[in-house]
């Protein structure tokens, strides 16, 4: 099984808060892998498919944060999730 680990800088103006939040949640529950969340310079990681692990990150706009994909889609999933956090949106 793949281990893809990215380091992405959060680019939505609203961090990933709410909407945001709902659909990167949406998009990681869509594949089979195992996703998990943290910023960058932060021990705590949280499930990528949890909306309230991923408020309680507390990600605000230009924030590093480090997505963690195990499973045989961890690949995909990595680059659809970068695409929500990475939009100006």
Same mark, same amino acid.
């Given at each position: 099984?793949?281990? %893809?680990?990215?380091?992405?800088?959060?680019? =939505?103006?609203?961090?990933?808060?709410?909407?945001?939040?709902?659909?990167?949640?949406?998009?990681? =529950?869509?594949?089979?892998?195992? %996703?998990?969340?943290?910023?960058?310079?932060?021990?705590?990681?949280? =499930?990528?498919?949890?909306?309230?692990g991923?408020?309680?990150?507390?990600?605000?706009?230009?924030?590093?944060?480090? %997505?963690?994909?195990?499973?045989?889609?961890?690949e995909?999933?990595? %680059?659809?999730?970068?695409?929500?956090?990475?939009?100006?949106?």
């Amino acid at each position: 099984m793949a281990l %893809i680990k990215k380091k992405i800088t959060v680019k =939505n103006k609203q961090g990933l808060h709410a909407r945001p939040a709902a659909l990167f949640v949406q998009i990681a =529950n869509k594949f089979d892998s195992a %996703i998990t969340v943290r910023r960058d310079k932060d021990a705590e990681e949280v =499930n990528g498919k949890s909306i309230m692990g991923i408020l309680m990150l507390g990600v605000e706009k230009d924030s590093a944060i480090i %997505i963690e994909a195990e499973g045989k889609d961890a690949e995909l999933a990595v %680059i659809e999730l970068e695409k929500v956090v990475s939009s100006e949106g």
